[in-house]
């Protein structure tokens, strides 16, 4: 089914220097902002044949994104599809959900995800809490979406109905073992070789595709270099019996426990369960390249005998864990093959630590911005200028991301000393204020933190592929002198201020 969905409302997205003036427009009473007006799912008048190699939420997603467009996608997954009991959570920062709406799963996710009210800092070895920071309600309405937690499954499954209803084939048990990038070709295990127009790579962490595209440089971080890490959960029926986790429960926060060169995270998922992650350095060599196995939390080499009581507890009550090893690498310098026929997406495209907060999110934003750049196209001659595009619009937010996330891993895993001592006290300093006061007086380095958090956040992946094409679209169809003009809407956005 490949129906037409109403144009979304348009959202204010810009972003002064001064944090300070960009609190003051988001929490005015209103505000007028001049801006082109998108539409949503347009059909490209000349269809291409998309092969997309990967069938995780980056695969899917892309396969729903380009459907919807109007093109042909076929998904090649080397698994059998079952992934509904796959533990492990979710988050959907404000640059994801907002996504996930336009894509119509609001309805959905007011059922199955839950709302986040902020992160809250706690230390491993006491079980203290040192702060937490709240998502102001006046910010997020600016946002235009919420911080949600949700199954990964629920996500999976979510995104696999979307692109089967909008007509995307997904194909089973396919291991594709070879990519032809100058024939757009693909050879299966079982010899059978597809063709198309485009491949997307979105193959993972460790694509076997990307070496054929990008070179992949050994980045340095003084705490990923031997960085193992696992989402897992702990079950409803086991949750719901143990009153501390009642607590975390009845409480919507991302808690983060941080502790010597560790830290332990969690938070609600549906059906009352609670999704965990571990991250600690290792020097092991026993963990897979992947998440299919599964070990329990005393058969890797992380002391948990050196938590608190209550953060112990709560690892005794996860479901196995299925721990990978995460190498860092520098950003890639860029996602397409030279033929322009080859496309890396999702972690194939993004190095970033497993399981952070733009894990996903960077996910659904190249399906996005894929999505919206060929929903143009009416010509073979305009295809490389598309593929361009994409390359040009997600490189900068790749190597932004990637910073972001290593920054946040080591903000929270410093080993013990004086480094960790004044780590928690600029959390707590930092979690004193309020998100919406902002006096002279406080330090840069918070404000950086603060500033960096919300523009994280206020990233459109659509605006953006939307601008390119306002800029770039008319000389892209002049020479077949097609009418390109804009149609420019003066819209108010109201914003009533809180308390």
Same mark, same amino acid.
């Given at each position: 089914?490949?129906?037409?969905?109403?144009? +979304? $409302?348009?959202?204010?997205?810009?972003?002064?220097?001064?944090?300070?003036?960009?609190?003051?427009?988001? !929490?005015? *009473?209103?505000?007028?902002?001049?801006?082109?007006?998108?539409?949503?799912?347009?059909?490209?008048?000349?269809?291409?044949?998309?092969?997309?190699?990967?069938?995780?939420?980056?695969?899917?997603?892309?396969?729903?994104?380009?459907?919807?467009?109007?093109?042909?996608?076929?998904? !090649?997954?080397?698994?059998?599809? #079952?992934?509904?009991?796959?533990?492990?959570?979710?988050?959907?920062? +404000?640059?994801?959900?907002?996504?996930?709406?336009?894509?119509?799963?609001? +309805?959905?996710?007011?059922?199955?995800?839950?709302?986040?009210?902020?992160?809250?800092?706690?230390?491993?070895?006491?079980?203290?809490?040192?702060?937490?920071?709240?998502?102001?309600?006046?910010?997020?309405?600016?946002?235009?979406? @919420?911080?949600?937690?949700?199954?990964?499954?629920?996500?999976?499954?979510?995104?696999?109905?979307?692109?089967?209803?909008?007509?995307?084939?997904?194909?089973?048990?396919?291991?594709?073992?070879?990519?032809?990038?100058?024939?757009?070709?693909?050879?299966?295990?079982?010899?059978?070789?597809?063709?198309?127009?485009?491949?997307?790579?979105?193959?993972?962490?460790?694509?076997?595709?990307?070496?054929?595209? *990008?070179?992949?440089?050994?980045?340095?971080?003084?705490? *990923?270099?031997?960085?193992?890490?696992?989402?897992?959960? /702990?079950?409803?029926?086991?949750?719901?019996?143990?009153?501390?986790?009642?607590? !975390?429960?009845?409480?919507?926060?991302?808690?983060?426990?941080?502790? @010597?060169?560790?830290?332990?995270?969690?938070?609600?998922?549906?059906?009352?369960?609670?999704?965990?992650? $571990?991250?600690?350095?290792?020097?092991?060599?026993?963990?897979? @390249?992947?998440?299919?196995?599964?070990?329990?939390?005393?058969?890797?080499?992380?002391?948990?005998?050196?938590?608190?009581?209550?953060?112990?507890?709560?690892?005794?009550?996860?479901?196995?864990?299925?721990?990978?090893?995460?190498?860092?690498?520098? +950003?890639?310098?860029?996602?397409? &093959?030279?033929?322009?026929?080859?496309?890396?997406?999702? &972690? *194939?495209?993004?190095?970033?630590?497993?399981?952070?907060?733009?894990?996903?999110? /960077?996910?659904?934003?190249?399906?996005?911005?894929?999505?919206?750049?060929?929903?143009?196209?009416?010509?073979?001659?305009? /295809?490389? #200028?598309?593929?361009?595009?994409?390359?040009?619009?997600?490189?900068?937010?790749?190597?932004?991301?990637?910073?972001?996330?290593?920054?946040? /891993?080591?903000?929270?895993?410093?080993?013990?000393?004086?480094?960790?001592?004044?780590?928690?006290?600029?959390?707590?300093?930092?979690?004193?204020?309020?998100?919406?006061?902002?006096?002279?007086?406080?330090?840069?380095?918070?404000?950086?933190?603060?500033?960096?958090?919300?523009?994280?956040?206020?990233? @459109?992946?659509?605006?953006?592929?939307?601008?390119?094409?306002?800029?770039?679209?008319?000389?892209?169809?002049?020479?077949?002198?097609?009418?390109?003009?804009?149609?420019?809407?003066?819209?108010?956005?109201?914003?009533?201020?809180?308390?």
């Amino acid at each position: 089914m490949r129906g037409d969905s109403e144009t +979304p $409302v348009t959202r204010m997205s810009f972003l002064p220097n001064s944090l300070e003036r960009y609190l003051a427009v988001l !929490l005015s *009473a209103s505000s007028i902002v001049k801006c082109t007006k998108m539409t949503a799912y347009r059909k490209a008048s000349l269809p291409l044949d998309f092969i997309v190699i990967g069938g995780s939420t980056a695969g899917l997603a892309c396969a729903y994104s380009l459907q919807v467009a109007g093109h042909n996608v076929r998904v !090649l997954e080397k698994a059998d599809g #079952a992934y509904t009991n796959v533990a492990g959570g979710v988050r959907s920062p +404000p640059n994801m959900t907002r996504i996930l709406n336009r894509w119509g799963l609001q +309805p959905y996710l007011d059922v199955v995800a839950h709302k986040s009210r902020g992160i809250s800092f706690k230390l491993t070895g006491t079980g203290e809490t040192i702060g937490t920071s709240l998502f102001h309600d006046a910010i997020m309405r600016s946002l235009g979406a @919420d911080y949600m937690f949700i199954k990964f499954s629920d996500l999976h499954a979510a995104l696999k109905d979307m692109a089967l209803s909008a007509g995307a084939v997904i194909q089973y048990n396919s291991t594709v073992v070879s990519v032809d990038p100058q024939n757009a070709s693909v050879r299966l295990e079982g010899g059978e070789v597809l063709r198309g127009d485009i491949i997307i790579a979105a193959d993972g962490f460790r694509s076997f595709v990307r070496p054929l595209v *990008a070179d992949c440089i050994p980045g340095k971080s003084f705490t *990923a270099n031997l960085l193992c890490e696992s989402n897992t959960s /702990i079950p409803a029926e086991k949750a719901l019996r143990n009153e501390s986790l009642r607590r !975390l429960l009845a409480n919507p926060e991302f808690s983060i426990w941080m502790g @010597d060169g560790h830290t332990v995270w969690g938070h609600p998922v549906g059906g009352g369960s609670y999704a965990m992650g $571990v991250v600690w350095p290792t020097a092991l060599d026993i963990f897979s @390249d992947h998440y299919k196995d599964e070990v329990s939390v005393e058969a890797i080499d992380f002391n948990v005998a050196e938590l608190h009581s209550s953060v112990q507890e709560l690892l005794s009550l996860v479901e196995p864990l299925r721990p990978t090893l995460y190498v860092p690498y520098k +950003p890639l310098e860029n996602l397409v &093959h030279e033929s322009g026929k080859v496309i890396l997406v999702g &972690h *194939a495209a993004h190095p970033l630590p497993p399981n952070g907060t733009q894990n996903h999110a /960077i996910v659904i934003e190249d399906a996005a911005v894929l999505g919206n750049l060929f929903s143009h196209l009416t010509s073979q001659e305009e /295809i490389s #200028a598309l593929v361009a595009a994409f390359e040009e619009i997600r490189l900068p937010r790749s190597a932004d991301v990637v910073k972001s996330e290593i920054g946040k /891993i080591e903000a929270v895993a410093i080993p013990l000393g004086p480094n960790q001592a004044a780590r928690a006290d600029g959390v707590s300093t930092a979690l004193s204020i309020p998100l919406t006061s902002w006096d002279d007086d406080i330090q840069d380095n918070l404000r950086a933190e603060w500033e960096e958090l919300i523009r994280m956040f206020d990233y @459109d992946a659509d605006e953006v592929a939307e601008d390119w094409w306002v800029k770039w679209g008319c000389i892209l169809q002049r020479a077949e002198a097609v009418d390109c003009s804009t149609e420019e809407a003066i819209i108010t956005v109201t914003q009533e201020r809180s308390g």
